[in-house]
T-cell receptor
Framework: GQNIDQPTEMTATEGAIVQINCTYQ??????LFWYQQHAGEAPTFLSY????GLEEKGRFSSFLSRSKGYSYLLLKELQMKDSASYLC????????????FGGGTRVLVKP | SQTIHQWPATLVQPVGSPLSLECTVE??????LYWYRQAAGRGLQLLFY??????ISSEVPQNLSASRPQDRQFILSSKKLLLSDSGFYLC????????????FGEGSWLTVV
């Protein structure tokens, strides 16, 4: 089964960098997803890592280490609009086409 | 491009009343369809999962049921709502073209009173 852990809440200053860690234990590995969810809204897809290493997408980067069961989402040059919850998720099910989510990390960006 | 739409966006229902939330997907065929629930301040919990018409997997025992009468239509129902059914309900889809990435609808806020 899946066991996903991420911090509950983080606070950072506008313009700074924040790193959100996620550790997971899965019976079979098919990648690691990150989603962003603003308060009261649906989650939106940010990134998907299936191989080890860092993938960069503008101000957001995601890192994966399969041997350590560890991923992080890096948010650079923080903006107020980045205040949201960030959800880590791993595929589950026989075909790997379901997603099991962590509890989410709420990031509060302060001016 | 693919779109997903669910409705109603918000509803307030008395305990014991029925529920029907509907979701449709456009721009894709043979999608996997999902119903997730998010209780206040909690994580996302997968309720139902469907790989095709009439094929429904229930992930957790509960007071709800799901149906898929058409390829791109997914319905969440209850005959008698409980207070604990309150939450944010999210329909979602994926398929091979999406790389199994799941995309969510706008969500439906249900308050049972």
């Amino acid at each position: 089964g899946q066991n996903i852990d991420q911090p509950t809440e983080m606070t950072a200053t506008e313009g700074a960098i924040v790193q959100i860690n996620c550790t997971y234990q899965t019976s079979g590995f098919n990648g690691l997803f990150w989603y962003q969810q603003h308060a009261g809204e649906a989650p939106t897809f940010l990134s998907y890592n299936v191989l080890d290493g860092l993938e960069e997408k503008g101000r957001f980067s995601s890192f994966l280490s399969r041997s350590k069961g560890y991923s992080y989402l890096l948010l650079k040059e923080l903006q107020m609009k980045d205040s949201a919850s960030y959800l880590c998720a791993t595929p589950s099910g026989a075909a790997g086409n379901k997603l099991t989510f962590g509890g989410g990390t709420r990031v509060l960006v302060k001016p | 491009s693919q779109t997903i739409h669910q409705w109603p966006a918000t509803l307030v229902q008395p305990v014991g009343s029925p529920l029907s939330l509907e979701c449709t997907v456009e721009g894709t065929s043979n999608p996997n369809l999902y119903w997730y629930r998010q209780a206040a301040g909690r994580g996302l919990q997968l309720l139902f999962y469907s790989v095709g018409i009439g094929q429904i997997s229930s992930e957790v025992p509960q007071n709800l049921s799901a149906s898929r009468p058409q390829d791109r239509q997914f319905i969440l129902s209850s005959k008698k709502l409980l207070l604990s059914d309150s939450g944010f309900y999210l329909c979602a889809w994926s398929n091979l073209d999406s790389g199994n990435t799941i995309y969510f609808g706008e969500g439906s806020w249900l308050t049972v009173v």
